[in-house]
């Protein structure tokens, strides 16, 4: 017989397709919780229906009451509460931030099970630079918010991973092409699901692809890094020298120049003894 849980909030991630995806542990603490916090129960009524568990579901949504979040925090202080999103990780551009905050502010226990997650599903599969990744979200809806944002983030040396829905991937990408010209972009969708795919390339590539065959389903869009610049030539290498020589020393040029350039400083330094 499993040892009844204790009192708490239990964040449970829930399959992003495949149903087989959820885990032993998350199945164990949905049947031991006294209810379960979800955006959508007829969504979540489909899962437990699957899973064969009879459950009190309360609807928690991004437009839920202050009172209604109170209601599950008196709750978990008492009981084992669990928190789930429609799909994937609860927090993770899904409610729940303001609950979890609040019940570590009011000292009531936490407990996150890992599960399965649309971003890491799709930065695993892109192909794209793993080593470093930000996850922003979702892309504003008005066509200036959006290219204000790719701009800001355009010289982050970091693969960037957005999710996206189906109707405004066209304008994401054409944002993309405009704002980061060059980058290698990858459209991730219907992850884990039987039509699963992720296709690579150009942002102009993806558009043109994507006029021709309207994506369905859930998206995840990933725009690789900012290529190395192109090393300088010895007319802007010795133009660099000539500008820092007019008020440095060779050594001090050779230095300067050096750290703008990533150049070898005693090579650099020759050279402006030369150009002195």
Request: proline share 8%.
């Amino acid at each position: 017989m499993p040892t009844p849980l204790e009192p708490g909030l239990y964040i449970v991630a829930t399959p992003i397709g495949n149903l087989g995806d959820i885990t032993p542990r998350a199945v164990e603490i949905l049947r031991g919780v006294a209810a379960i916090a979800c955006e959508d129960t007829r969504i979540t009524g489909k899962l437990l229906h699957h899973l064969e568990i009879d459950a009190r579901m309360i609807r928690y949504d991004d437009h839920a009451s202050e009172a209604t979040r109170e209601h599950l925090l008196g709750l978990a202080a008492e009981q084992p509460l669990a928190l789930v999103s429609d799909a994937g990780t609860p927090l993770i551009s899904d409610p729940g931030f303001k609950l979890v905050r609040e019940a570590r502010g009011r000292g009531i226990a936490v407990t996150s099970l890992p599960g399965p997650s649309a971003l890491v599903v799709a930065l695993t599969l892109s192909g794209l630079p793993s080593d470093r990744f930000l996850f922003a979200g979702f892309l504003p809806n008005k066509a200036k918010a959006r290219t204000d944002i790719l701009a800001e983030l355009a010289s982050l040396k970091a693969t960037l991973v957005f999710y996206e829905t189906a109707p405004r991937l066209l304008d994401s990408l054409a944002a993309v092409a405009e704002v980061l010209p060059g980058r290698e972009v990858a459209v991730a969708r219907e992850l884990t699901k039987k039509f699963e795919e992720c296709r690579s390339g150009s942002p102009e590539e993806l558009a043109a692809h994507y006029a021709a065959h309207p994506p369905k389903g859930e998206i995840v869009l990933l725009v690789g890094p900012p290529g190395e610049a192109p090393a300088p030539g010895e007319a802007d290498v010795d133009a660099l020298l000539r500008a820092a020589l007019q008020t440095e020393k060779a050594s001090q040029a050779a230095a300067q120049v050096a750290k703008a350039t990533g150049l070898d400083r005693k090579a650099l330094y020759a050279r402006a003894m030369e150009l002195k």
